[in-house]
């Protein structure tokens, strides 16, 4: 069953990114590499919670991240 998720969001990057990529033009490069690399994120990302969803989010995260200063601050 989480193999059916991971088909469905690569299909749905596929298809994102080759309705976008034909809308640009070919002198652009830079917004087709930035388009595949926020495409390739974002897939990663998707795949990450698809295949892990025990991990904890970027909130914990952050808040991981600026817990010392928080001290620091009161």
Known sequence: MIWMKVAGITV?????VS??????????VRERVVLASIAG????????A???????GPIRWVEWLYRP???LLS
């Open 69 to 71: 200063l928080s001290g």
């Open 12 to 16: 749905v990057v596929v298809i994102i």
């Open 19 to 28: 309705f976008e990529w034909v809308r640009l033009d070919n002198v652009r």
């Open 50 to 56: 698809v295949l892990f969803p025990e991990m904890p």
């Open 41 to 48: 994120l974002s897939w990663i990302s998707a795949l990450v």
